[in-house]
């Protein structure tokens, strides 16, 4: 119980952390005259997926890599499945063109780049499946290219959409953002620290806590944000917060946590790999199944029916 509740106590400190950092942040930026659209595309991006990111980064420093790579691939596996699952079902989801032939074919490339730098037994003359700091840096370098086509997409684009951006004092900001930075370390070291234990207790893997329990509660903003738009009726938010999300988490999270250590890959995490596979394909395949390019309730449904028997099997094994 102790551990649940600190586990508990962790994510909140997390999520608190992550909000009042991009809160902050983007009010400083806007501030000293930084365009909207470059906020959006960073500091807010960075903030939904700043609990993965920390969460990650202390694990890794821990050495609990099974906990880092399970929280990237649990996290994106819940995003599809799960998120757009449950926002399916709420409202459908129409998918803009540039998301269909650019955003989701670049996320299930991100879903191939992690089998393909992980599989050193099958592709090299290797003893070990390692993602190595040199893979860490491929992937950085394809972030980087994910965020140069973010920007010039945005800039291309006409909206009226802007981020919501309060401006605050700057010794007010500043102090935010350190009371930010706080809650994101204390978070992810509660997390880590919680949640090792309760796979001791439990006799799980670091793996499977981290593909279920981690991974579903670092995902909560994005789960936040994409019901809250989906309600709204802005689908755009809510398919382009996940399938945004799932890169960054690949690319962004995965490569900076390998850099800190390198991440040893055991052979039973090719499933969880194959299933990130699965569930990208699955969701290229819905958007043209259903109306107008879109993914209907009956879609949501079996997102997240496929979502919970994923579950049955990580608990089973």
């Known amino acids: 119980m102790v551990d649940i509740?600190?586990?508990?106590?962790?994510?909140?400190a997390l999520i608190f952390g992550a909000n009042k950092l991009v809160d902050a942040a983007s009010g400083l930026a806007a501030k000293f005259g930084i365009p909207n659209i470059v906020i959006g595309l960073t500091i807010v991006a960075f903030g939904t997926s700043a609990p993965e990111l920390v969460v990650n980064v202390i694990a890794a420093i821990n050495e609990n890599t099974e906990m880092v790579l399970g929280n990237v691939l649990g996290s994106n596996i819940f995003n599809v499945l799960g998120i757009l699952g449950i926002s399916a079902m709420i409202y459908p989801l129409a998918v803009k063109s540039n998301t269909t032939w650019y955003e989701i074919p670049l996320s299930l490339l991100a879903a191939f780049v992690v089998l393909v730098i992980t599989a050193d037994i099958f592709l090299d003359p290797s003893h070990q499946n390692i993602i190595s700091r040199s893979d860490a840096i491929l992937l950085l370098l394809f972030f980087t290219i994910f965020l140069v086509y973010n920007i010039a997409v945005s800039k291309s684009e006409t909206t009226d959409e802007k981020t919501d951006v309060s401006i605050q004092k700057t010794s007010i900001a500043i102090l935010f953002i350190f009371i930010g930075l706080g809650g994101l370390v204390l978070g992810g070291h509660l997390i880590v620290q919680s949640a090792t234990s309760i796979a001791q207790i439990l006799?799980?893997?670091?793996?499977?806590?981290?593909?279920?329990?981690?991974s579903i509660g670092t995902s909560l903003p994005e789960l936040a944000t994409s019901i809250v738009a989906v309600r709204k009726k802005n689908v755009d938010i809510a398919i382009g917060n996940v399938v945004g999300s799932n890169i960054f988490n690949i690319f962004f999270v995965l490569g900076v946590s390998a850099v800190v250590t390198p991440v040893l890959v055991n052979s039973i995490s090719f499933i969880d790999i194959v299933m990130n596979i699965f569930a990208g394909m699955l969701l290229f395949l819905f958007v043209f199944t259903g109306k107008y390019r879109s993914i209907e309730r009956w879609e949501g449904i079996v997102l997240i029916g496929v979502y919970l028997g994923y579950l049955i099997y990580l608990v089973g094994f």
């Open 203 to 214: 006799g799980l893997s670091e793996r499977v806590i981290g593909l279920t329990i981690v």
């Open 5 to 12: 509740l600190v586990l508990i106590v962790g994510f909140v």
